[in-house]
């Protein structure tokens, strides 16, 4: 993952108009769900809607308890730089040593025996709009984790959120939608300017 002074990840990318948004609006990544959720795109889907992003940002493949097969048709026929899943089924998986890896640490839940150097930090449940824990993100911040903050985060509540956690990145879903699944190219432009702002602010 390039290192920036924020890295900003647009997830759950369902239409070329919302990636192109994500790469117009400067983010460093566009997420692409396979795990059951609204946003859930199949690989060919996934393979064309990121066509015009390779090689610009980073392009997630954002899974959760996959079986192997499942991993296996997202790594061929996708081709992820990063493969995002939680902290848990990334232990139990054989990947490509060349694909970059994001564990998902969830508030809550108990945490691995050890702790990656990067985590994407969020909600019990993912894609369901509610704020995560900032306080316990922060904990985790402070123990060196590079921490990507997500949950119910927004172009309003960004600022908040980057100041009291300071976390490495940022990750946004539900807050840059019109409709439940629809991502507004004008949401994603004004979400990641806040971002860039409140990062450059402090």
């Known amino acids: 993952m390039a290192d920036a002074p924020l890295w900003v990840k647009i997830c759950g990318s369902t239409t070329a108009v919302a990636v192109a948004a994500a790469i117009e609006a400067g983010a460093d990544a566009v997420g692409f769900v396979f795990a059951p959720s609204v946003r859930r795109v199949s690989t060919s889907q996934a393979a064309k809607l990121a066509a015009p992003a390779r090689g610009r940002v980073r392009c997630v493949a954002v899974m959760q308890h996959p079986e192997p097969d499942e991993v296996a048709e997202v790594l061929t026929e996708f081709r992820p730089d990063v493969l995002q899943t939680d902290a848990g089924d990334l232990a139990a998986l054989e990947l490509p040593a060349s694909l970059e890896r994001l564990p998902v640490l969830r508030a809550g839940r108990k945490l691995p025996p050890s702790l990656p150097a990067r985590a994407l930090f969020e909600g019990p449940a993912s894609g369901a709009g509610a ?30 959120a980057i100041r009291t956690v300071r976390p490495w990145g940022v990750d946004v879903s539900s807050g840059v939608e019109s409709a439940p699944g629809i991502k507004s190219a004008e949401m994603i432009a004004r979400f990641v300017a806040a971002a860039r702002v409140a990062c450059r602010e402090i």
Do not use: K, T
Not at 133 to 160: F, M, P
């Open 131 to 160: 704020v995560s824990d900032w306080a316990r993100a922060a904990e985790l911040r402070a123990q060196g984790i590079e921490l990507v903050l997500a949950g119910g985060l927004n172009e309003v509540n960004v600022d908040a």
